[in-house]
């Protein structure tokens, strides 16, 4: 994020996340609550998709951290959500499985790559829940455009419940890059890990450590699945 709220709560306070959502999830809100600082693009950014995406942060109670989008890189916001305020909420893995482009934007390279992988029952990716995050997540939730012809693709994978050898990660790492340069688009992928967010490139290039993004905030970890109660290396 470029910028961050203050939390509305005292840094004691934020000791959890709300289960009922997951980092990427988009969810719509029926309102957004302003704090000091608020950039002047955030109103209309709202009002034009009043969605934002689940961020990793602790949350006081009643409240879910959050991220709006603007219409450039350089609007991004991290703020914070009253739980009531949710409408509903979309995983990326829903995305993938339900949701298609606007008509007539099928061929930008971040759409082409995605549905290649959509289509693709026999590839290595079928093995797991995996979805669409960044610009091609957000445009599919609101079908408002957000993807370019420069956008990547970003994706989720879903590696949370069983540990992922380093050479699947890199079998999968070597069948996105592939389609990467077929399409002629970049892809990202992260994986979905007890310890966090880990990019799959990391993951599969055999690191003695790699860095996961957690809510209690990034460390470098030698095994994503292999961790305390708190978050750390077992």
């Known amino acids: 994020m470029q910028v961050c709220a203050a939390p509305p709560f005292s840094s004691d306070r934020a000791l959890s996340c709300d289960a009922r959502w997951r ?3 988009l969810l719509r809100l029926q309102r957004l609550q302003a704090f000091d600082g608020e950039p002047s693009w955030v109103r209309e950014a709202f009002e034009r998709a009043p969605y934002a995406v689940v961020r990793r942060a602790l949350a006081g109670d009643g ?5 709006l989008r603007g219409v450039g890189r350089s609007q991004r ?3 914070w959500a009253s739980s009531a305020d949710v409408v509903s909420a979309v995983s ?6 339900s949701c298609t482009p606007l008509e007539g934007r099928n061929a930008l390279p971040a759409f082409a790559a995605l549905t290649a992988l959509q289509n693709d ?8 829940a995996w979805g669409p995050t960044g610009s091609a997540g957000f445009e599919l939730a609101t079908h408002v455009p957000a993807v370019t012809a420069s956008s990547d693709l970003d994706l989720l994978i879903r590696a949370h419940d069983q540990p992922l050898a380093p050479s699947v990660a890199s079998g999968l790492r070597d069948y996105l890059q592939a389609l990467a340069q077929r399409v ?8 979905d890990t007890p310890a966090g967010g880990v990019a799959l490139a990391e993951w599969a290039a055999g690191k003695p450590r790699v860095l996961a993004r957690h809510a209690r905030g990034p460390q470098l970890i030698a095994d994503p699945w292999a961790v305390t109660a708190h978050g ?3």
């Open 23 to 25: 980092p990427h999830d």
């Open 63 to 67: 409240f879910v951290a959050i991220g």
């Open 77 to 79: 916001y991290g703020t």
């Open 92 to 97: 990326p893995e829903a995305l993938a499985l």
């Open 121 to 128: 029952a026999a590839g290595p990716l079928s093995a797991f």
């Open 184 to 191: 002629g688009v970049r892809v990202d992928a992260q994986l």
């Open 232 to 234: 750390g290396d077992a």
